[in-house]
């Protein structure tokens, strides 16, 4: 998942779509998984010290 602000959001299902041809990120039935990633993301942060701030 791509979060940087100033580009387009990316979420990609890499079992089913390996090179990254579709983009999920602005699809409807992906958006609640788009809501959570940042968490998620924060959460492996957290468990591995990494201190650099989410944007």
Same mark, same amino acid.
């Given at each position: 998942?791509? =979060?940087? !602000?100033?580009?387009?959001?990316?979420?990609? %299902? &890499?079992n089913? %779509? !390996?090179?990254? &041809?579709?983009?999920?990120? %602005?699809?409807?039935?992906?958006?609640?998984?788009? +809501?959570?990633? !940042?968490? +998620?993301? +924060? $959460?492996?942060?957290? +468990?591995?010290?990494?201190? =650099? $701030?989410?944007?």
């Open positions: 998942m791509n =979060l940087s !602000p100033t580009d387009t959001g990316e979420l990609y %299902d &890499l089913s %779509d !390996p090179l990254e &041809l579709a983009n999920l990120y %602005d699809n409807p039935e992906f958006a609640a998984r788009v +809501r959570e990633m !940042p968490g +998620r993301m +924060r $959460e492996g942060q957290d +468990r591995v010290w990494d201190e =650099l $701030e989410l944007r």
